[in-house]
Nanobody, 121 residues
Framework: VQLQASGGGTVQAGGSLRLSCAASEGTIGSYHMGWFRQAPGKEREFVAA????????DYAGSVMGRATISRDNAKNTVYLQMNGLNPEDSAVYYC???????????????WGQGTQVTVSS
């Protein structure tokens, strides 16, 4: 599966963004899906993940209550709604797919190109 993230941009602190991850050459229904981010000089970190069916989700503590991950398997797309953005959320955001049957924050084996999110104070 090939993944392409979009929807990034520059927003003011307190604003919102909705990131999208469109899949091609495969169907996301076969994968657990996740969002990760990497800020300059920092390691890539987990943001959120959602099970194949969309029935369960997991969030990093830093975004809990501000982020919502969702998926539309019919549209082959995963979303990340981010509210209450702050400058610490500035990073390149990546979507990823995990083919292993178990739901996890790690072990994602398909990655898309990222989309830049910049939050100004």
């Amino acid at each position: 599966v090939q993944l392409q993230a979009s929807g990034g941009g520059t927003v003011q602190a307190g604003g919102s963004l909705r990131l999208s991850c469109a899949a091609s050459e495969g169907t996301i229904g076969s994968y657990h899906m996740g969002w990760f981010r990497q800020a300059p000089g920092k390691e890539r970190e987990f943001v959120a993940a959602i099970t194949r069916s969309g029935g369960s989700a997991d969030y990093a503590g830093s975004v809990m209550g501000r982020a919502t991950i969702s998926r539309d398997n019919a549209k082959n797309t995963v979303y990340l709604q981010m509210n209450g953005l702050n400058p610490e959320d500035s990073a390149v955001y990546y979507c990823a797919a995990r083919s292993n049957e178990y739901f996890s924050r790690a072990g994602y084996n398909y990655w898309g190109q990222g989309t830049q999110v910049t939050v100004s104070s």
